[in-house]
Nanobody
């Protein structure tokens, strides 16, 4: 009953910036945490960042200081501003949202976006 539509992925040079957006629609009343996961070839899917309804944020260590997650509850949209991008950030990024109050790499919320490719060239 919830659809997550992502945008903003693409190809960027190392050191550049990119902003991902994810808009939720449908039965959005009970969405709590929203976040972003990523999966690179040969790697396990990992939680990149999530944000609570109140705006509390959490980041994987490898992106701290470079990525910023934010949300606009009125627009049911979560963003991931990515700066100082590195080749190791290359992955498919997936939006995630649902009733969970928090997220972990192993415990995502129930709704997923389709994924958007982020490629960082060096």
């Amino acid at each position: 009953q919830v659809q997550l539509v992502e945008s903003g992925g693409g190809l960027v040079q190392a050191g550049g910036s990119l902003r991902l957006s994810c808009a939720a629609s449908g039965s959005i009343f009970n969405i709590n945490a929203m976040g972003w996961y990523r999966q690179a070839p040969g790697n396990q899917r990992e939680l990149v960042a999530f944000i609570t309804r109140a705006g509390s944020t959490n980041y994987v260590d490898s992106v701290k200081g470079r990525f910023t997650i934010s949300r606009d509850n009125a627009k049911n949209t979560v963003y991931l501003q990515m700066s100082s991008l590195k080749s190791e950030d290359t992955a498919v990024y997936y939006c995630n949202a649902g009733r969970r109050l928090i997220m972990t790499t192993w415990a995502p919320a129930e709704y997923w976006g389709q994924g958007t490719q982020v490629t960082v060239s060096s």
